[in-house]
């Protein structure tokens, strides 16, 4: 998997802003799980996230 536990992503949209800022909490079939600042839980696969920028983190 490319995003360890612990490390932030945002969600990747293609001509739009990010919709979410999170860190990844884990994994489930292949997806992974994500937490945002407002302790919401969303799962999506690899290919739908990139890195957070440090100071969204």
Same mark, same amino acid.
């Given at each position: 998997?490319?995003? /360890?536990? @612990?490390? &932030?992503? +945002?969600s990747? #949209?293609?001509g739009? /802003?990010?919709k979410?800022v @999170? +860190?990844?909490?884990g994994h489930? +079939?292949? +997806?992974y799980?994500? #937490?945002?600042a407002?302790?919401v839980? &969303?799962? #999506?696969?690899e290919?739908?996230?990139?890195?957070a920028?440090k100071k969204?983190?």
């Amino acid at each position: 998997m490319k995003y /360890a536990k @612990g490390e &932030w992503v +945002q969600s990747a #949209r293609v001509g739009n /802003a990010p919709k979410f800022v @999170g +860190q990844v909490i884990g994994h489930s +079939q292949g +997806q992974y799980i994500i #937490r945002d600042a407002d302790r919401v839980r &969303w799962l #999506r696969f690899e290919e739908e996230l990139s890195p957070a920028p440090k100071k969204a983190a």
